[in-house]
């Protein structure tokens, strides 16, 4: 069913996708045997491939269905970077697997990972520079900047797990929605540069992307495929959204028993179990749902103001999907 839905949000794209796909190995290929290796490895495990999607479906939806070089480019370039992003993450967090295959710094060890990053951003910022896309290039190094403060913001404010409702919005509007914000802005900028579409679809990507990050955040207390919540963002001391929510909610004996179990009994299956049936008990999953709920509303009532397309009725799909997906 998942694969489904992603189908058919790809469907009035497909063309554009497939030639795309062949512009983006074109665009990782290096005079470096080693590193034509590593990419083609990289590039042969991709994901859903979202990032791409939301640049051609809102630069159709904007221009009446016409992509042209830039559009391709930019969403190269945003793959290029974000791809970067992606192996310095696997690196930092000291992680073996992504999307279930073994990460490239599992493969060829941690030093070669961040030079293969470090190619792939430059690689990113080259295809912009010698095409003479700034301004794609602005949306694209906006969103890598505010990427890497929201990761530190976080790891700032979780030492002390008492971050507030505002500090979280600012945290996954930096670390997930900023990205997913400029794939639409640079769909749309790279169209129709003068128009006010770019700031629209910029803020109906931030908006997707904090309903997408609350959506995983529900994940940890909701059944998952082996039937029980996992409490991971528990475990590794991370503040959700249903959490602060409950620590805003209860009492003072209440707010330190849960704060201590997360800090010094995360390891604790009993425990975790104990605050995950804690936070559900005073609303917090329903709280963070209707959060959820109305970011979504505001992201379908950006759409609103375009004419029916089928570009416009794969995002309201693609919006949805961000909010019904099961993984």
């Known amino acids: 069913m998942r694969m489904k839905i992603v189908e058919q949000i790809k469907q009035p794209i497909a063309d554009e996708m497939e030639l795309f796909e062949k512009k983006f190995r074109d665009s990782m290929s290096s005079k470096v045997a080693l590193l034509n290796r590593i990419t083609h490895y990289i590039v042969n495990r991709k994901g859903k491939q979202m990032r791409p999607m939301f640049v051609f479906l809102t630069a159709k939806m904007v221009s009446n269905g016409t992509v042209n070089e830039r559009t391709y480019r930019g969403a190269a370039v945003i793959e290029l970077i974000h791809t970067a992003t992606l192996v310095h993450d696997d690196v930092v967090d000291d992680s073996n697997r992504r999307r279930g295959f073994f990460s490239v710094n599992a493969l060829w060890k941690n030093k070669i990972a961040v030079l293969v990053g470090d190619f792939l951003l430059s690689k990113g910022l080259l295809l912009s520079i010698d095409n003479g896309d700034f301004d794609l290039l602005r949306i694209i ?26 500090v979280y919005y600012e945290i996954i509007r930096q670390k997930t929605a900023t990205l997913i914000a400029a794939c639409c802005s640079l769909g749309a900028c790279s169209v129709n540069p003068e128009g ?88 917090g999953l329903t709280y963070a749902e209707q959060r959820m709920g109305s970011f979504r509303q505001e992201a379908l009532q950006i759409l609103e103001t375009y004419p029916a397309s089928a570009y416009k009725e794969a995002l309201q799909l693609m919006v949805n999907y961000v909010i019904e997906r099961k993984i």
């Not at 700032?156 to 971050?163: F, P, S």
């Not at 529900?218 to 963002?233: Q, S, V, W």
């Not at 590794?236 to 805003?248: A, G, R, S």
């Open 196 to 283: 006010d579409d770019t700031e629209k679809m910029r803020k109906f990507g931030e908006l997707i992307g904090m309903a997408f990050q609350i959506k995983d955040d529900l994940f940890d207390y909701t059944e998952d495929a082996i039937g029980k919540p996992t409490g991971i963002d528990i475990k590794e001391q991370k503040m959700t959204l249903p959490l602060i929510y409950t620590l805003n909610n209860c009492s003072k004996d209440e707010k330190k028993w849960v704060i201590n179990s997360v800090k010094n009994h995360n390891k604790d299956k009993k425990r975790v179990k104990q605050v995950i049936d804690f936070v559900k008990q005073k609303g």
């Open 141 to 166: 190094s906006v969103a890598v900047r505010e990427m890497s403060e929201g990761e530190l913001l976080q790891i700032e404010k979780a030492r002390r797990l008492d971050i507030t409702e505002d």
